[in-house]
Each structure stands twice: as structure tokens, then as C-alpha cells.
């Protein structure tokens, strides 16, 4: 996951920088030693984040209160 903040933006970027970026981060070549999650374990991303949110009622609020 790649994470920084580069502050305020100068201008909004085009489509097609857009796109360039995210060719660009999807190509990443693996590193050895580094843990991969396989296509299943992606696929149950989205579940398992509703379920901690019901498990723990302050994550809601943390998520931006919307409704599961």
C-alpha cells in the first residue's frame, strides 16, 4: 500500500495522468520476503471490514458513521 501525503495539489490531475499513475503503482514488481494477499483474501477485504465495524461500534464513527 503506498501511503504519503504530498499536500495540496496544484492542479487536478488529467484522466489520463491518472490512469498512467495507476498502471504505474498496478506494476510494481513483488519483493521477496514481503507478504501478498491472494485474489480470495482480497475478495474477503470488504466483509471482514463490515464485520470488525459491528464487532466495534466506535469504528463506525471512525469510518465516517455511514451504514454498513
Do not use: C, F, N
Not at 43 to 55: E, F, I, T, Y
Amino acid at each position: 500500500m503506498l501511503i504519503d501525503d504530498l499536500g495540496d495539489p496544484r492542479r487536478t490531475a488529467t484522466s489520463a495522468e491518472a490512469a498512467g499513475a495507476a498502471g504505474w503503482v498496478h506494476a510494481v514488481v513483488l519483493t521477496p520476503g514481503l507478504p501478498t494477499v491472494e485474489q480470495a483474501g482480497l475478495a474477503r477485504l470488504p466483509r471482514q471490514a463490515l464485520d470488525a465495524g459491528h464487532r466495534r461500534p466506535w469504528l463506525k464513527q471512525t469510518l465516517g458513521g455511514g451504514a454498513y
